[in-house]
Structure formats: structure tokens, C-alpha cells
């Protein structure tokens, strides 16, 4: 199995995901954990930061269209945070930027939830 | 020329390379119509003024500056020819927009679109020293806007390239996933996954048909509210996608509900499940294309369901197959394992169980010394029910052997306890017989068994004294016994109709006759050799078809 994991870490109310590794269908449920954790706590702000992430696959964005209604639902949004190129192309590819705030570093994407 | 004409031939030159410089710097179709644009309206001190360029056949109003939203929005839509001819209605627009001069804009591939201005501030009209100039600028600007629309073409070429690779990653990777997932709740999960990151769908249903059968896999409408009205429509019959129009047109409800695609799954033509969508969040339709990704993906995904479903299948059947087999061997474990010595008997027996667990039952069972009961019974049908009736049977056996009733009597209570035993018309052929070591006598009760056979002096007996095979109804009327004397030579053969009815590739029997003309013509072997005998006839007569019931043999040789 590719390997992948998430840390995760809280800066006042908002929670920052790290991801690492390949986001396939294999690891999906990982992040899937991650997520329906932070919605079970009532953490609803939450940025994703994709340094380390070194690939995506479709089923890996697809995770994130299944939790940013639930998390929109309740004040909060999911901002997007340090992608490489490799990583961003395929959100472009499939129109994410419409639909998420995407952002070059963490601390923006931090900020902008301030905002 | 005068020298204030010279300075402004000079200022413009000067302008004109500058200009061409600072157009030519960039690729960027929107810094160079901005350049333009401005360029013009500084120069020619317009108020207003708009680019158009060809899109296709049609002219698109790319840039404008000075002109209301509301005066754009009338822009209409002309048919551009090769050379922008100006037609009556763009006429009318640069009208009502307060345009006052309009020019091509031509490169090598011919006129690409036009620019247009409006009034001088100063109110002063165009002149034809203006038009030449403007002409001039969009003679130096026709270059790099040309080169910046092949540049946006090919960028836009190589994106759909790109998407194209994506979903062909998409694909391969998901056909390899699918394979690997041991559950079908995991590919459904996967798939909908996949469609939700591709598409931007977040309202979906995965179903699974068995036969009309409906199995919701993943969904995120009203269950109920969706398989009802799924229902109103002859579903199994979606064989190719619904796409927006045809779900309004032909199948209101399930539109009225969000959905605005249906994909069937198939597996050699029939519909085996269906993949429902909702809106895309980005309001985009779904394309022939993406119709096409989401039909393949999702034979992918019905493949991999309908693999593990058979896989699942032969997995079960090889667990009966198992339990089967573990019941064969449960069922052998009953049968005496060791034949008890006696003085004058010579006995042998076997029990030759088919693939499938059958009913058949022999045994021998010590009740007092030089006392012996034998058994031979065959329950009807096959499996587990034979095999747990014939389990019964023995139970029964073993205890009413040890209560010294006599075997008539005893064969009557047999019957009375297997009836209530049984209640699906199960029976039992059953012949049994106490055997005397000390008196050489054979005291027997045959409860609708095939008779056995009993050779004397190069003749045969059958014993057939007896009653109704056990288990149809309570016993009304006394079995009978009959009791032998039995002579140093005498053989007697005891058999199940597996023996009898052994059928050969033509559908012949062995047939009783058969059996009785061996147990003559060998009434001067051993009990073993008989046995061996009678099997190796068998064996010659059914060459090798495969038989479907048990076959058991108990012989018996007075010394």
C-alpha cells in the first residue's frame, strides 16, 4: 500500500492538516477519518496543507467533495494550502479553483479565515 | 515639411516603436488588447472604444472600455466572414454604443477582428490622416495578437490533452483498484469517489440490481424517495445514459428529485446497476465525454462487483462442499469399523458412499454373548437430511438392541419413533435380524428392504417377511419375523438398491437377477471374495459412469 499520513495541528479555532505521501483510494479513508473527526468535534475550519503531498488521484479529490457541504453547512470552508505544480494542475485540470480557495502557503490560508 | 510637421512625424514614429516593443513583450492576449486599446484612446483623445475578435465564425467583444454593461449586452450575434464585413446590425450597435470609426484588424491569416472608437473629447471628427494611423497601430498589433491566439489555442489544446490524461490515469488506476478491493461496499465507495473528485458532484447513488432486486450500494438522496420513483419507471430498461434532457423529457420524477444523469452498468448487455448524479457544483452539464468516462469506469466498477459476487458464491459452495464432506465422514464413523469374530460366521461388509452424503446404513452390534444384530437400511433421498434420519436410525438401533424385545415388536416401535422423526416424506427400507452363534439361526424382520438374498445348496431364498418400510405411518400393523435355520454353506447376501440399480452409459440397471446369478455362481467363496467379486461385476457393468447412490453390501457364509 503507498504510504500516507496526516498530522494534524490547531492554531486558535482553525485545524491544518498535513498531508503526506500518495492520496489514492487506498488511502483515502485515512483522510476520510481525519475529516469526519474534526466535523465530529465541531471543527469547521479547516485548512489542508498539500506540501508534502506528492501525488492525488481522483478518488483522493473526491474526499473533499464529500465533507465541504457538511463543513460549509456550518460556517466553516476548507481552504487549500501549498500545492506543488504536479499537485495543482489536476485540481485546475477539474475546476477545483471555482469552487475552493486554494492558497500558496499555510499561513494565508490561516489568515484569510481571520479575515 | 514644416519643422512642427517634422516633430510630429518624429513623435509618432517614436510612439510606433514603442508600441510595437511593448505589445510584441508579451503573449498575453489581454495586455495586448489593453495596450491597444488604450494606445488608441490616448492617441486619438476617443472616449470609448471596444476590440472584437473572431471566435469561430462569430465576432466576440473581448475588450471595452467606456461603454455600459447594458450597451455590450446588445453586442449581436453576426456571422464573421473571412474579410469582418461589417454587417447592418453591428451598423445599428456601433450606433447606439457611440462608435464612431471602426477598423479590421488583419494579419497573415487575414482579418482576425476590429477595433472601434468613439468621439474625440475634443469633438473634433476622424480624420483620414487618423484612419491611416489607426490602421498603422493595428497593422503593428495584428502580429501579436495572432501569435497570442495560437499561443491560447494551444494552451487550451494541451489542457484538454492534459484532462484527457488525467482521466485515462483515472481509469487505469481505478481498474487496478477495483481488482484489488476485496469488498463491494469498497469499490462502490471508490467509485463515487472517483465520479465526486472528477466531475464535482456531491449527489450520487450507486445501485446494484439482482433480478428486479434493487441493492442501494452508496447514496446520497432520499433513499425511499429515490427507489419510488425509480420504481415508477421501467428501470432494467436504462440501457443507454440519461443525460439532463432525456431525464426531463422521459423521466420527470426522477428529474424533479436533482437527478441529472443516469449511467447503466452492464455486463454483456444487461443491466446489472445504475450510477445516478446530481448537479455538478460548478453548474457545468456533463458532456458526451464525460458520459463516456463515467460508462467506463462504471463497467470497470460492475465487473469488479459481479467478480466478487461469483467469487463469494464459490466460496460458499465450497464451504457446503466442506460441511458436506465433514457430514460424509460423521457419517462413515457410525458404521462398525471392525466386523466381530464369530464362530460360524464368515461376515463380511461395505459401504461405498457416492460424491454425495446418501442415507445408506449397515451394522453389527454384540447384544449378548454369541448374540449379534445386523442391520442393513437405506434412507430415502440425499444430503444432510439422509445422512441426519440415518444418524437417528442407528441411535434408535443401538438403544432398542440392548432391551430384549423381540424384533418384531422392536421393528414396530422403530417405525413408530422414525415417524415422528420425519416429516417431510422421508423413508426408510430397513431390514434387520438377530443372529444366534451358538443355535446358527437368524431370526429377521425386513421393513420394505430389497429381500436378501440367501443361496442354498445352488438355490435362492429371499427374505422378504416383514412389513412396511419405516417412517410413512405409525405402525398399525405388527411386523412379522421369520426365523432360519441356518446350514453350514448357506450364504446370504444383504444389499442396498445402490447395488441393484447401479446403472451402466446406457441407462441399464444391474438389476437383482444380475446379483442373484453372482451370489450362485459363487456360493463357494469366502464372504470377502464374494464381496469382491460382486464389486468387480459391478464395476465391469457400469464402465465407469458415474453412480448417484451409496452401495452397501453385508454377506454372511455359515461354516
Redesign the interface.
Known sequence: MAEFNTTLKEQGDISIIKLKGYL???T?PVLENKFNELINNNKYKIVVDFRDLAYI??????????Y??KVRENQGDIKLASMSDKVY??FD????P??YEIFKTEEEAIKKFSE | MSEVENLKVKRNLTALIEFSRVINSSLELEFILNNVLLTCLGKFLAIRGLVALKEGNHFQIKLSKGIPDEVLSIFPDVTADKDCEMKEELNSFFESAHLKICERISSSVGCIGFVCLGEKLNGKEYTDDDREFLKTILNIAATAIQNSLVVQELKKVNRELDSRIQRLNSLFELSKEFGLFSESTKVSRLLVYSLMGQFLVSNYAILNFEGSAIQVLESKFQIDELLSKLRKYDYLKIETPLNRTKLEKSYPELFEIGIQLIVPMQIQGKVKGLIILGKRVNNLDYSDYDIEFIYSVGSLAIISLENRRLFKEALEKQKLEEELEFAREIQQNLLPSQIPATNNFDIAAINLPSKQVGGDYFDIIKVDEGKYIIAIADVSGKGIPASLLMANMQAFLQVISKQNIDIATATGLINDLISQNTSDGRFITFFWALLDDNEKRLTYVNAGHNPPILVRNNEIIRFSEGGIILGVMKTLLPYNSNSIQLESGDKIIMFTDGVSEAMNPFSQEFSEERLEKIALSTSQLTSNETLKKIREEIEKFVEGAPQSDDLTMMIIRVR
Open positions: 489514492d483510494a487506498h483515502a488521484s481522483s478518488a483522493g479529490l473526491g474526499v473533499f467533495m464529500a465541504i457541504e494542475n489536476i485540470l477539474l475546476g477545483f471555482l469552487l
